[in-house]
């Protein structure tokens, strides 16, 4: 099995030739556009100032970097977990579902980076307060598509499960919750990058450390190198997430239709 | 034939609808699924129920399997009245309804698990039946690597594997080719042989509640009634080709008849 994902990873880095070929290819015109114009280093700097403005502050880069990942990785952890359960506690009864899921709604509706400094004065200019930006940004998507998933049940199935004498945990356990793991799933993946969001704009408001901070102080100082160095270090950071998520449900879901196709290869 | 009347006298009734009444209640005005209709099961019997679309035999299953209410009338499955959903009977409906992320063996073992019996005696019957019905070597395989066919058989073994005194049959076969349908068919008929359940089998073939029953139920629409009982009596095993037969003729012609008076089939 894991040998299949394997194979199916490494042919789908084969067709992703194209896009290295254009990334270098794009890579190389911005650099002779910077340098045939005569751009500032502050406007716009070449890829080779970034690169060496990076390679020059690596060991600094990458404790900034871990620190946006664990802030990420623990929030968006904190937001799966409670998100599952609200979701389920949302399905269980009508009057939760008006009430809570109602509430939700509201509160997604309100910009989450308003909200940031409300967070700082209650937990903290520290680590806590980017961990809770991150589950505050990621938990909706996880819990709308948690419940959608968990609610999309077959009524002839639940009818085959009750003549089963399935109780209510049976039927949850059993068929609704495996049933709902593809929605989870693709609210997971639209809630990683959300995560990594959260974090940064965590950052931004108040911190000492992470690349939302490494980007605000830099943009005091003109230094837009180093602020290049970031980005690509936050956009290579949120490709990974993502594609380890995406790793973990064809782990987890081989008998997904969205995963049919490559494991039926193999098998 | 008065030997036989006086053989089947002391079969127990298993399944007994008396003065059955179903009656939906919508928007748009109350709907009689079912009009005090009489049915008398015998226990070891094969009764298919023919008649149109939506003259609620797929009703009349649901009931009796105690997933729906009668609105009134009472149904007794060995004597005692059916209040909610039914324990010791196995269910087939149309489409297969087979979990997607369990395997084979696990799909038939589902009813097993709601039981807290799956036992290595269980899991043995379970490998038993799918030996019997040719799927010994995809029992590790996962639903979507089977064809429709295969499918269904697995429904069958999973409605087979704790060994009810009753089965229920929902147009089990009414999604396959006609050709998968033949061979299901017979494939029915040597496991009701060698196992001698009660069945209860809904279907709109003619000619397949022939073949496999003792008694065909033709019902009308709009209210289900029953209009006529059909015996079927050729002998058994019979095989397939025993659909050429004056006897086989007689019965479908019978049936037609029936429906043919009633309006369901016209010309």
């Known amino acids: 099995m894991s040998m299949g994902v394997l194979t199916s990873l490494w042919n789908r880095l084969l067709s992703s030739r194209v896009l290295i070929v254009s990334t270098l290819v794009g890579l190389v015109l911005w650099q002779a556009a910077v340098r045939t114009l005569n751009v500032p280093k502050f406007l716009v700097p070449a890829p080779t100032d970034v690169l060496q403005e990076f390679l020059s502050n690596q060991a600094w880069y990458w404790n900034h970097a871990y620190y946006t990942l664990s802030a990420t990785l623990l929030g968006f952890a904190i937001a799966v977990v409670f998100g599952v359960i609200l979701a389920i506690v949302i399905i269980s009864s009508r009057w939760v579902e008006q009430t809570i899921y109602a509430g939700l709604v509201a509160f997604n509706s309100i910009p989450k980076v308003a909200i940031a400094p409300l967070f700082i004065i209650w937990v903290g200019t520290g680590f806590a307060s980017k961990v809770t930006m991150a589950a505050v ?124 196709q490559e494991a039926a290869g193999h098998a | 034939m008065l030997l036989k009347l006086a053989d089947s006298s002391y079969r127990p009734s298993c399944i007994q609808v008396s003065k059955g009444a179903k009656t939906y209640r919508s928007a748009r005005g109350d709907v009689e699924a079912l009009a005090a209709l009489d049915l008398d099961v015998a226990e070891g019997e094969f009764v298919s129920v ?182 079927v009596d050729i002998p058994r095993p019979r095989p397939l080709a025993v659909r050429d037969s004056a006897d086989f003729a007689k019965a479908t012609g019978r049936i037609r008849q029936v429906l043919a008076r009633s309006g369901a089939i016209r010309g």
């Open chain 2, 50 to 231: 023919v008649g149109p679309s939506g003259c609620g035999k797929s009703t009349l299953m649901r009931c009796v399997a105690g997933l729906a209410p009668l609105t009134s009338g009472g149904i007794f499955l060995n004597g005692a009245p059916v209040k909610g959903p039914v324990r010791n009977v196995g269910i087939v409906f149309q489409r297969d309804l087979l979990l997607d992320w369990r395997t084979v063996i696990d799909n038939v073992l589902l009813p097993a698990e709601f039981a807290k019996q799956r036992t290595p005696a269980v899991e043995l019957r379970a490998m038993k039946l799918l030996e019997k019905v040719g799927l010994m070597a995809v029992a590790d395989r996962y639903p979507w690597e089977l064809s429709g066919g295969m499918r269904q058989r697995v429904a069958i073994c999973r409605a087979l594997v704790m060994d009810p005194p009753v089965l229920l049959m929902d147009e089990p076969f009414g999604a396959l080719d006609a050709l998968t349908r033949d061979e299901l068919n017979a494939e029915l008929q040597t496991i009701w042989m060698e196992s001698r359940k009660t069945v209860l089998f809904i279907t709109h073939g003619i000619s397949e509640a022939a073949y496999l029953s003792d008694r065909v139920v033709v019902m009308s629409s709009k209210p289900g009634r029953i209009l006529e009982t059909v015996e």
């Open chain 1, 137 to 260: 940004i990621s938990i909706f998507a996880i819990v709308i598509n948690a419940v959608l998933g968990l609610r999309s049940l077959d009524p002839d199935l639940v009818d085959l499960a009750r003549s089963m004498g399935a109780g209510r945990e049976g039927l949850l356990i059993k068929i609704q919750f495996p049933n709902a793991l593809p929605g989870l799933f693709s609210g997971m993946k639209v809630g990683i990058s959300l995560a990594l969001i959260g974090t940064i704009v965590g950052e931004f408001v108040a911190s000492s450390s992470g690349l939302g901070y490494v980007i605000m102080t830099a943009q005091s100082t003109f230094a837009t190198p180093r602020i290049f160095a970031a980005l690509v270090l936050l956009a290579l950071m949120g490709t990974i997430l993502f594609f380890v998520i995406d790793v973990l449900e064809r782990l987890i879901l081989p008998w997904h239709v969205s995963n049919r």
